[in-house]
């Protein structure tokens, strides 16, 4: 199983960042994918979950409305756009896959090394 995150950086309050996840084929092919993100001292959390047939399985509140999902087949790609981004959005973000029940307490079995999102006020 083979997940690369990539595309986190630096960015100011109200700008944007797109993430990218390369994957395996063989990985790709999981129903569930996600995002998840982890604060230093906190549990990580799911942002955002895509399922069968790119149905969006879950949005965290916070997120809702400002962060986009999606995933691309020819390229085995899964992609996180990000919009108005806020301090409190800054953490390490890992791409997931077989993602088990979509939601606060969600759980992933493959995971990909992390990329770091820094907002500045």
């Known amino acids: 199983v083979q997940l690369q995150a990539s595309g986190g950086g630096l960015v100011q309050t109200g700008g944007s960042l797109r993430l990218s996840c390369a994957a395996s084929?063989?990985?790709?092919?999981?129903?569930?994918m996600g995002w998840f993100r982890q604060v230093l001292g906190k549990e990580r959390e799911l942002v955002a979950a895509i399922g069968r047939s790119d149905v969006i399985t879950y949005y965290a509140v916070s997120v809702k409305g400002r962060f986009t999902i999606s995933r691309d087949y020819a390229k085995n790609t899964l992609y996180l756009q990000m919009k108005s981004l806020k301090p409190e959005d800054t953490a390490v973000y890992y791409c997931a896959a077989d993602v088990r029940a979509p939601g606060p307490s969600a759980k992933a079995d493959f995971w990909g090394q992390g990329t770091q999102v820094t907002v500045s006020s």
């Open positions: 084929r063989r990985t790709f092919s999981s129903v569930h």
